[in-house]
């Protein structure tokens, strides 16, 4: 069997213990669906009438806001899984097992691609049931077929920056503490973009941050997608921003476990 063929196998093996850890222990999983639904159901519901009125018109009782405000909330989901990944990887390295694992015959990339792959597949499982309460509560989109791959495949790959992201501060994070608390500005980052409000309806300086954050041309993006309008050069920049913080990611994450395996 060649190295590739070892790698991939014994990354399989690592996708699947971190995929049964999750199911037994899912209280983590479950507050990477709770805190976007919970935003949902209070920007809807509680803050709908008063921000929606400064969107468009309201229909029963703020069905126009939910269409504007339910991309950027399905967004934040993608953001929570990024605490989950982060405490995850903090575990493996503070308990011990990560030394168990090197003085076995397993690839050194299989660790960091089994806690990635992983988390991906959980925080899109997140994303599937944050859009189907948007749904139920009253969302609905216009997106084409076409339309919704192109939606899931920017949340994927949005997803996948992320989560490489999170893996390198669970990586340099002393204790789970931190490393739950270390990602929480990636929560906050897209209620300071367009996720709620539009950016034109901010100070000045507010303003101009919200419009050249990451999250800002991501969640415009989506929300041209899903809602079948034009997206203009927002997603050309949305993929850029993803491709970019995949690599800074997937470097930093594996730098850091380079130095970790040295010390």
Known sequence: MSTLAYAVSDSMTMLRRNLKHALRYPSMTLSVVAMPMMMLLLF??????ALGAGIGPAQDGGGE?????????ILMAATSGAIATAVGVCVDMTEGIVNRFRTMS?????????HVVGSLVQTMVAIVLVTGVALAIGFRPDATPVEWVAAIGLLTLLTLALTW???????VSKTPESASNTPMPLTLLPFLG????PTDSMPTGLRW????????????TLRGLLMGTGIGSSGYVALAWCLGLTLVGHLWARSAFGRTAKR
Do not use: C, K, M, W
């Open 44 to 49: 809807n519901y509680a803050f709908g009438g």
């Open 65 to 73: 806001y939910i269409d504007y405000v339910a991309p950027g909330i």
């Open 106 to 114: 397993i690839s050194r990339a299989a660790f960091l691609t089994g």
């Open 165 to 171: 992201l999170a893996a390198g501060i669970g990586l």
């Open 194 to 197: 367009s996720a709620v409000v």
């Open 209 to 220: 941050f919200a419009e050249y954050q990451p999250f800002t041309p991501i969640i415009e």
